[in-house]
């Protein structure tokens, strides 16, 4: 089966420059440890919960003020829409991944799946991670 199949579309998507606390309420919103982080529609980096604790809490950065892009992380382990799911499965087990965000083949950003949801959950179920 191809990803663009399970995948849930249209991803929510922080842009670079808002604020942590910005990001981590959107986080929570979406009850996701995980935010792409994009400028229209392409990829510039990823957000953890991690990056948040790690990267700025740890270091005495103000959530108010530091931007997202000051610690998101850059490299951006990804899958494309026509791949299928037994290679992204492969990708995400090879990074200890729970999910990975989805490109079409102009390296445009389409969607984001998780391969531990049971087949069918990204259709299932409203999909709560629309447009930002």
Do not use: W, Y
Request: charged share 35%; glycine share 8%; hydrophobic share 35%.
């Amino acid at each position: 089966m191809q990803i663009k199949e399970i995948m849930t579309r249209n991803p929510v998507v922080a842009r670079p420059d808002a604020t942590l606390r910005e990001a981590a309420r959107t986080m929570r919103e979406l009850d996701s440890g995980v935010l792409p982080i994009g400028e229209d529609d392409r990829l510039l980096g990823m957000l953890t919960a991690r990056d948040i604790t790690v990267r700025a809490t740890a270091e005495g950065r103000d959530p108010n003020s530091t931007a997202v892009r000051e610690v998101m992380s850059s490299e951006v382990v990804s899958c494309f829409e026509d791949e299928d799911e037994r290679d992204a499965a492969a990708k995400m087990e090879e990074h200890q991944l729970r999910r990975l965000v989805v490109l079409d083949r102009n390296e445009r950003l389409v969607g984001i799946v998780s391969l531990g949801e049971p087949r069918g959950a990204h259709g299932g179920r409203p999909d709560r991670r629309g447009s930002h």
